[in-house]
């Protein structure tokens, strides 16, 4: 298959917070159930691999699109506390402080917000890892979010090559060289590999340093 862009799906309106606030059938299971547990897991060795290596004064995480919290959870029970995480959907910020209230979180938590609003940016300050997963496709302005984060961040990002509805995505990607398309003015990708969800779904999973 050539691949030339992200497919722009312009007839998908991007969902309100009050609709990710209703679709919560899928994201509302333990972590150890989600669909998306491969992938968590693959990503956690993205960010720990990074993180591991540097001092414990330099480890702090912003979580962009936290959602219920589940991969969250993954990351505490690694080890990593200075945390933020950040959702506009308040049903799914106040399911991830109820999922992870067992963990003494060394910053904001979670938190209520727009990753777009440069309020909510500031928080992006004195965060070293960044992590989007599946979060750019449902955002038409995912380029103008990668481009607020501080140069020289790490990222640790997945998007999916699937649409449709009841997914809330304005965009898919064929292969990996469309993530390359879309974000390699702003991220140095180092690395990159493909999670299958099931025979005919998956995601790309990539890291890279802000430019």
Same mark, same amino acid.
């Given at each position: 298959?050539?691949?030339?862009?992200?497919?722009?799906? +312009?007839? !998908?309106?991007?969902?309100?917070?009050?609709?990710?606030?209703?679709?919560?059938?899928?994201? +509302?299971?333990?972590? $150890?159930?989600?669909?998306?547990? +491969?992938?968590?897991?693959?990503?956690?060795?993205?960010? $720990?691999?990074?993180?591991?290596?540097?001092?414990?004064? $330099?480890?702090?995480?912003?979580?962009? &699109?936290? &959602? %219920?919290?589940?991969?969250?959870?993954?990351?505490? !029970?690694?080890?990593?506390?200075?945390? %933020?995480?950040?959702?506009? $959907?308040?049903?799914?910020?106040?399911?991830?402080?109820?999922?992870?209230?067992?963990?003494?979180? !060394?910053?904001? &938590?979670?938190? %209520?917000?727009?990753?777009?609003?440069?309020?909510?940016?500031?928080?992006?300050?004195?965060?070293?890892?960044?992590?989007?997963?599946?979060?750019?496709?449902?955002?038409? /302005?995912?380029?103008?979010?990668?481009?607020?984060?501080?140069? *020289?961040?790490?990222?640790?990002?997945?998007?999916?090559?699937?649409? *449709? @509805? &009841?997914? *809330?995505?304005?965009?898919?990607? /064929?292969?990996?060289? /469309?993530?390359?398309?879309?974000?390699?003015?702003?991220?140095?990708?180092?690395?990159?590999?493909?999670? @299958?969800?099931?025979?005919?779904? !998956?995601?790309?999973?990539?890291? *890279?340093? %802000?430019?």
């Amino acid at each position: 298959m050539q691949c030339e862009s992200s497919i722009e799906l +312009k007839h !998908q309106k991007e969902w309100t917070p009050e609709q990710y606030d209703a679709a919560l059938r899928l994201v +509302k299971r333990p972590l $150890s159930k989600s669909p998306w547990l +491969k992938m968590y897991c693959h990503a956690l060795y993205l960010v $720990s691999d990074d993180m591991d290596r540097r001092p414990d004064d $330099s480890r702090r995480i912003c979580d962009l &699109g936290c &959602g %219920t919290g589940r991969f969250a959870r993954m990351l505490f !029970q690694s080890g990593y506390l200075a945390y %933020t995480g950040i959702d506009f $959907s308040h049903a799914r910020v106040a399911m991830a402080r109820q999922y992870n209230r067992a963990y003494d979180i !060394q910053g904001p &938590g979670f938190v %209520t917000g727009n990753l777009l609003d440069p309020r909510v940016q500031d928080l992006f300050g004195g965060c070293h890892l960044f992590v989007a997963l599946e979060v750019f496709e449902h955002i038409r /302005d995912d380029l103008d979010l990668l481009r607020a984060i501080p140069a *020289g961040s790490v990222v640790v990002a997945s998007v999916p090559n699937y649409a *449709g @509805p &009841g997914s *809330g995505h304005v965009r898919r990607f /064929d292969c990996l060289t /469309d993530v390359i398309l879309r974000y390699g003015g702003i991220l140095d990708v180092t690395r990159s590999l493909v999670c @299958p969800l099931n025979r005919k779904k !998956q995601f790309y999973l990539f890291r *890279g340093v %802000t430019l």
